[in-house]
């Protein structure tokens, strides 16, 4: 098996244009361009257990695009930082509650894996692995629904540490806020005490060098980034208002630590993608224009078959479910869909030549390296992959 630029190779060296691109941290395809030196760069070291002074000034560079993260500090994946940020909230507020909602996904803890989207699918604690003493101190509320919030944060009666969101979800399909939403819940953090945190795994470089909170206007005290930065390699850091990092270890009582945290690869990548996003803005226009291509090229091959699921695309990202009606707004709507049609498009696509991601819970990521001809052909993929469904008499 290999991968290279928009493409992935099977083991009979079979073709297929990927969609998956490893679940968002590609945004520069299999390949980007900028990996050249990593002999040069292994020969400094492979890992230091120590901060280094390129840690340092990657962290002044997210910091740039990022003024809400004062402070920062970087972990090995996406899970460790939403896992770190929740504990510096509980250690801020002196609280345990977190407040959270069901089909976002936060990463592979406990906490996080109850009632998450992607391909979690882990409803109940029980049998799941997810202790039920861990869910005690959690709430899981509707997405996009700040009365099931307000219900949810009367029970928890001044308990909660923190409010945990994707800004944008891309775990249950893509889900956009509605309008007020996420204000809503800056003003009830601010009012219960609790510590918003904003999981921009997937949005933050994916929507742009300002992340999600740039572009819904709503700042919040802790963030979480990851995938993108490390253009393949595992880096992500989590980071926020100075005064609730400094309950961090060796400042504060609250430990976090990673053997390979902050390691050189990684760090040295997260500066070449933002070397490469800070002087390549063509490049995220132009994936972009490919996405609404491709979005609207998916509208016409459903028209044509008087379906009227709903087509999603922002930024290079592309989305649309088996089930007619508006966009999903939360989880309950998401699980309306129908998921045997997926499982037989998604099988269908594979056919094709074009690799979908097999949960009907995740999306279409485009990258940089997918060409307008790919989008061509998978257009094509995708209206023959519906007639195909269409006859079988599954859609
Ligand atoms: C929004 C979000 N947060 C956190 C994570 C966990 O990141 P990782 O897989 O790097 O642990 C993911 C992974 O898909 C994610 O989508």
Redesign the pocket.
Known sequence: MRAEGPYAYDEQGRRYADYVMA??PLLFGHTPPFLGGLDALAARGVVYGSTSPDELALAERIRGHLPSMERLRFTT??????QSAIRVARAWTGRDAVLKFSG?????FDL?LQDAG?SAETPHAGGSGIPRAVVGDLAVARYNDLDDVDRLLAMLDGRVAAILV?PV???MGLVETVPGFLEGLRARADRCGAVLIF?????WLRLGLGGAQARVGVTPDLT?V??VLGGGF?V?AFGGRAEIMAMLAPDGPAFTGGTHAGMPFGIALGLRVLDYLETHADVLAQTERRARALAASIRASLRALALDYAVLQLASIVDFKFRSGPPTRSYDDQQRDDQRAYAAFYHAMRERGVLLPPSHNEVMFLSTAHGDDDVAFTAGAIEASLRDLRAKGIV
């Open positions: 679940y968002g994946t996406g899970s460790e930082a939403v976002n996904y936060h990463g592979h996080a992607a994707e979800c891309g775990n999981d921009e795994i997937i949005t979480t990851g995938k595992p992500a």
